[in-house]
């Protein structure tokens, strides 16, 4: 599906982590191959990952080097998401008419969740945003009409904000996963949220 691109946002700090988040191993892979390979399962081919200017760039571009991934780096390190945002919009290709957004550290997320949104889209929504038990999560899709919007975030509010001032066109569609809902912020969340996908704590463990 080439008028649906995800963009996966791997700019952020990983400060309260103390490790690279996209990186860690997730099972067999990393969290952030997992990512793409749900989203592939979900039916879609283009895919954005969006990396702060540093080190890690480099690090993430020669990790994903064969995964056939648009790789954007957002130049403004210590800038919020809504900036991320906008650089994967503007890297995605012109022929893109909505976008699936989620943060790089959702990796239990799965392909089904993915292809009910752009199923939900075909149908006519153009915001999107997943459930599982009135509770919500990523990721959310945008269709493009609000592209502008998109590209000028409240640094403050976020994708928040256009969900919010839209709120008459959001679906909230209950999905069969309470995985939209689980992030890693700190190593306990991500070794936690590895132990539930793969009943085993993560093969490597930093050096105390």
Same mark, same amino acid.
Request: charged share 25%; aromatic share 4%.
């Given at each position: 599906?080439?008028?649906?691109?995800?963009?996966?946002?791997?700019?952020?700090?990983?400060?309260?982590?103390?490790?690279? !988040?996209?990186?860690?191993?997730?099972?067999?892979?990393?969290?952030?191959?997992?990512?793409?390979?749900?989203?592939?399962?979900?039916?879609?081919?283009?895919?954005?990952?969006?990396?702060?200017?540093?080190?890690?760039?480099?690090?993430?571009?020669?990790?994903?080097?064969?995964?056939?991934?648009?790789?954007?780096?957002?130049?403004?390190?210590?800038?919020?998401?809504?900036?991320?945002?906008?650089?994967?919009?503007?890297?995605?290709? !012109?022929?893109?008419?909505?976008?699936?957004?989620?943060?790089?550290?959702?990796?239990?997320?799965?392909?089904?969740?993915?292809?009910?949104?752009?199923?939900?889209? !075909? !149908?006519?929504?153009?915001?999107?945003?997943?459930?599982?038990?009135?509770?919500?999560?990523?990721?959310?899709?945008v269709d493009l009409v609000f592209r502008a919007e998109?590209?000028?975030?409240?640094?403050?509010?976020?994708?928040?904000?256009?969900?919010?001032?839209?709120?008459?066109?959001?679906?909230?569609?209950?999905?069969?996963?309470?995985?939209?809902?689980?992030?890693?912020?700190?190593?306990?969340?991500?070794?936690?949220?590895?132990?539930?996908?793969?009943?085993?704590?993560?093969?490597?463990?930093?050096?105390?």
């Amino acid at each position: 599906m080439n008028d649906v691109a995800a963009i996966i946002l791997a700019a952020g700090r990983s400060s309260r982590m103390g490790a690279f !988040k996209p990186l860690l191993p997730f099972g067999p892979k990393t969290v952030i191959q997992t990512c793409v390979d749900n989203l592939r399962r979900g039916g879609i081919e283009v895919i954005v990952v969006v990396v702060a200017d540093g080190p890690a760039a480099a690090d993430l571009k020669a990790h994903l080097k064969d995964s056939n991934v648009i790789v954007a780096v957002n130049p403004a390190a210590e800038s919020e998401m809504g900036a991320s945002v906008a650089c994967g919009v503007l890297a995605a290709p !012109k022929t893109t008419e909505a976008v699936v957004i989620i943060p790089a550290d959702q990796p239990g997320v799965p392909g089904e969740v993915v292809s009910s949104l752009i199923d939900e889209w !075909k !149908k006519g929504a153009r915001l999107v945003k997943p459930t599982t038990g009135g509770r919500g999560g990523h990721p959310v899709l945008v269709d493009l009409v609000f592209r502008a919007e998109l590209l000028r975030l409240d640094p403050d509010r976020g994708l928040k904000a256009l969900f919010t001032d839209h709120e008459a066109e959001v679906v909230r569609l209950e999905v069969n996963s309470n995985y939209i809902a689980r992030d890693m912020d700190t190593w306990d969340d991500y070794c936690a949220l590895h132990q539930e996908v793969f009943g085993a704590a993560p093969p490597e463990v930093p050096e105390s």
